[in-house]
């Protein structure tokens, strides 16, 4: 007769605590942007996208972040880079409106 062996997950080996359940969005504010929540930097993202690049663009990120770890000791990876720049543009449409960059280069 087979033993089956409960074993520790990885937060229980590495020290992590776990997750609090969280709770569903109740609110009927629609898909509104809190002002300066900021991007969610190192942590368990439970949603994702795909997005499309050129060869260029590609290129562009990936030496865009070896420079900032070359030049100023910044070291983030491509997603974390994107989170930033997504707050940011997301920050200045909330904050700007139709005068915001992201306004005026989809005008374009």
């Known amino acids: 007769m087979p033993r089956r062996v409960s074993l520790p997950g990885a937060d229980e080996l590495f020290g992590g605590q776990p997750a609090a359940p969280s709770k569903p969005d109740t609110s009927n504010e629609g898909p509104q942007r809190a002002a300066s929540t900021g991007p969610t930097g190192r942590v368990r ?26 030049e100023l000791g910044i070291n983030v990876d491509r ?13 200045d449409l909330a904050a700007n409106g139709a005068d915001s960059d992201i306004a005026q280069r989809l005008r374009q």
């Open 45 to 70: 993202h439970e949603e994702k996208i795909t997005v499309y690049v050129s060869s260029a663009e590609l290129l562009e990120l990936e030496q865009t972040r070896l420079r900032l770890r070359a």
């Open 79 to 91: 997603g974390r880079l994107v989170r930033e720049a997504l707050d940011i543009m997301l920050a």
